[in-house]
């Protein structure tokens, strides 16, 4: 099993900037690509950000030049850096982990972010 604890969400302005972080704990041998998704009010949970084991990453169109992902695999977290946010980046912010195999999916308990305008 694995357990994730997101922190660094809250109210940023349009423009700002604000960094979300996210521990994983457990069997986080078995964890190979870590990401964010977000969950806004009305809306389907999409994809934010992921980054693989080795560093490969991969953003979502609408966040492509302002949102950054990292990864610290000796401290077993994953960071996303959201620069310039717009009020339509305003959600629940999820960190994701997918298992080697592909088999299991884990999700941390979320983190509400709040861009005002």
């Known amino acids: 099993q694995v357990q994730l604890v997101e922190s660094g969400g809250g109210l940023v302005q349009a423009g700002g900037s604000l960094r979300l972080s996210c521990a994983a704990s457990?069997?986080?041998?078995?964890?190979?690509?870590m990401g964010w998704y977000r969950q806004a009010p009305g809306k389907q949970r999409e994809l934010v950000a992921l980054?693989?084991?080795?560093?490969?990453?991969n953003y979502a169109d609408s966040v492509k030049g302002r949102f950054i992902i990292s990864r610290d695999n000796a401290k077993n977290s994953v960071y996303l850096q959201m620069n310039n946010p717009k009020p339509e980046d305003t959600a629940v912010y999820y960190c994701?982990?997918?298992?080697?195999?592909?088999?299991?999916?884990?999700w941390g308990q979320g983190t509400q972010v709040t861009v005002s305008s």
């Open positions: 994701n982990a997918v298992s080697d195999s592909l088999e299991y999916v884990y």
């Open positions: 457990g069997s986080t041998f078995i964890i190979s690509i």
């Open positions: 980054i693989g084991s080795g560093g490969t990453t």
